[in-house]
């Protein structure tokens, strides 16, 4: 059984840091993609961060670029963002998530298949 579970988040005052991680479990099949995609009140669930992983390469909502960074430990199949420089704005649930088909973007939410329970990441100013 698939399961992906998210931890890390908390309040925080602006230009803090925080690291969160996704523990996976369960996969053994191929993993496409990997991400981060957070969603506040009243707000669609948006992309933040994506690990592809077959090339290892990186994608980053523009908003995000310069402070947020994505990485993945095979050896943990563990999935982590590193967010520093918080702003007010980053305050959202963030939930990691798991695309497993090769055909769509990485970067559409509605093509990945499996997600965590999310983990609350609040800024203050």
């Known amino acids: 059984q698939v399961r992906l579970v998210e931890s890390g988040g908390g309040s925080v005052q602006a230009g803090r840091s925080l690291r969160l991680s996704c523990a996976t479990s369960g996969y053994t099949y191929s993993r496409t993609c990997m991400g981060w995609f957070r969603q506040a009140p009243g707000k669609e669930r948006e992309g933040v961060a994506v690990?592809?992983?077959?090339?290892?390469?990186?994608y980053y909502v523009d908003s995000v670029k310069g402070r947020f960074t994505i990485s993945q430990d095979n050896a943990k199949d563990t999935l982590y963002l590193q967010m520093n420089s918080l702003k007010p704005e980053d305050t959202a649930m963030y939930y990691c998530?798991?695309?497993?088909?090769?055909?769509?973007?990485?970067?559409?939410?509605?093509?990945?298949?499996?997600w965590g329970q999310g983990t609350q990441v609040t800024v203050s100013s």
């Open positions: 690990f592809y992983t077959n090339s290892q390469s990186t």
């Open positions: 998530a798991v695309k497993t088909t090769y055909g769509g973007s990485c970067r559409v939410t509605e093509n990945y298949h499996d």
